[in-house]
């Protein structure tokens, strides 16, 4: 139950994440790959939420999902304190952003 509304990201990326509309309590996965197999961290709002190496504890309903040099982030039970701008980087020059809304009281 998301749409794609667009994203902002660097050329290098093989695979971006796109914006999401998703309902609260709803599941959502955000795509990232390098294309190299390099490990991605993940960010909200400027906070690491995945490092690539290990999660941070204060967002245990955040994985990642490793498979084929993807580094998903996965978040489920998404709550309004999910919201925001995400982002998958692995340098300066190999990053990209998206942002989700959360859609319920």
């Keep these: 139950m998301w ?7 660097h050329r ?15 599941n959502v996965t955000l795509q990232c790959a390098k294309g190299d197999g390099k490990i991605l961290s993940w960010q909200l709002n400027y906070t ?24 998903d982030l996965f978040i489920r039970n ?8 995400y982002k998958c980087s692995y340098t300066y020059n190999f990053q990209a952003t ?3 809304v959360v859609i319920g009281e």
Excluded: M
């Excluded at 290098?12 to 914006?19: C, E, S």
């Design 3 to 9: 749409h794609v509304l667009g994203t902002s990201c």
């Design 12 to 26: 290098n990326l093989v695979v971006k994440p796109g914006n999401v509309a998703a309902e609260r309590s709803s």
């Design 48 to 71: 690491v939420v995945n490092s690539g190496y290990e999660p941070n504890i204060e967002y245990p309903r955040h994985s990642v999902l490793r498979h084929e040099g993807h580094y």
């Design 78 to 85: 998404l709550q309004l304190k999910d919201a925001g701008r």
């Design 98 to 100: 998206a942002e989700i």
